[in-house]
Each structure stands twice: as structure tokens, then as C-alpha cells.
């Protein structure tokens, strides 16, 4: 008895050590996270946090962004059981992220805007925050590819690879996007 358990201890570090790597496909990382690899769970997060956290800001203030990120990862570990095309892994983290990001919208507190004259810091219309504030006004198909681009440092192919879009599409909701911004900013470069 002693003896198949440990046959059996050996057989699961046997598997364990040829799960899958950084060079997997999303298919094999999902099946191996699917029976219960964590390492490669890790793997499917280095790949999609970026992807997760562009979708949340597009959306949120940073802070909101950041706590929401980790609430999407967790609860795409407890639904991995439901994803029914281990491909489309990225595409479903990231709706698990629209979706939560919508229901954090909804449910939070509104808050009535400060006074312009109030003493402090910066004004919120200067600086990064400014863009991205600038950036949540636009219409829905270019918020993401912006953010990806601007924030995240992605290249056209690299934001349809990660959404699912065509590269003509990112290349063309990166240019109107850009447009938009630039009337939203006042021309500002």
C-alpha cells in the first residue's frame, strides 16, 4: 500500500513537472488549470492581466481598476469549469472583466464634483489621469484598443491577438479613437 502511494505521489509530480510552460497554448494551459495546475493558472494571468487591467480601466478610476483586476482572475479560476472553448480564454477573462466593471459602475456611490476653486494639487484635467478620464468618454469600441495601446504599450497586431479583433478593425478604431481624443483634449498633443 505503501508503495502505490508513493507510485502514485511520483506520478502526479511526473505530471506536474510536464504541465505546461510559457510556451502552451491557452487550450493546454486552460485544461491543465481546469485539473487543478496553479502554475499554469499563473501562466494564464502573466498572459491576460494586461488585457484584464486595459478593459478595467477603459472603464474605472486606477484604484477601482486595480482591486477589480484580482476579483476577475479569481472568479475566472472558480468559472473555468464553464468555459466552453478553451481557446477564447482571453475573450471570456476579458467580458468577466466588462461585466464586472459594469456592475461595479452601477453599484457604486455617486459622488457630486468639487468645486474648481478648492485649494491642492494638480487640477484633474492635467496630466495622464486627464487622458484617461478622456478616454472613458469615448464610445465603447475605442476605449480598449486605446488604453491597450497607450498604457500598456501594445502594437496593433498584438491588440487584435489579445481581443479577438481583426487587425484592420484595431487599426481603424485606434485611428478614430485617436481623433475623438484629440477633440476631447483640445487638440492638445
Known amino acids: 500500500m505503501e508503495e502505490s502511494a508513493a507510485f502514485a505521489e511520483g506520478s502526479a509530480v511526473g505530471l506536474r513537472l510536464a504541465a505546461p510552460g510559457p510556451a502552451a497554448s491557452g487550450a493546454e494551459l486552460v485544461a491543465a488549470a481546469r485539473d487543478g495546475d496553479r502554475d499554469a493558472f499563473d501562466e494564464l494571468y502573466r498572459r491576460y492581466w494586461r488585457l484584464v487591467r486595459a478593459v478595467l480601466l477603459a472603464r474605472l478610476p486606477r484604484p477601482d481598476a486595480e482591486d477589480l483586476a ?46 474648481d476653486d478648492l485649494p491642492g494639487g494638480a487640477r484633474a484635467d492635467e496630466g495622464p489621469g486627464a487622458v484617461l478620464a478622456a478616454i472613458r468618454l469615448l464610445p465603447e469600441a ?29 487599426r481603424v478604431n485606434l485611428h478614430r479613437g485617436f481623433a475623438k ?9
Open 70 to 115: 484580482q476579483e476577475v482572475f479569481l472568479a475566472a479560476w472558480e468559472k473555468l469549469g464553464d468555459l466552453r472553448d478553451p481557446e477564447g480564454f482571453g475573450g471570456w477573462v476579458a467580458a468577466i472583466a466588462r461585466n464586472r466593471a459594469a456592475s461595479h459602475v452601477r453599484s457604486a456611490p455617486r459622488h457630486a464634483p468639487l468645486p
Open 142 to 170: 475605442y476605449r480598449e484598443p486605446l488604453v491597450l495601446r497607450l498604457l500598456e504599450g501594445m502594437s496593433g497586431p498584438e491588440i487584435a491577438r489579445e481581443t479577438g479583433l481583426t487587425e484592420g478593425s484595431v
Open 181 to 189: 481624443l484629440r477633440g476631447l483634449l483640445g487638440g492638445r498633443r
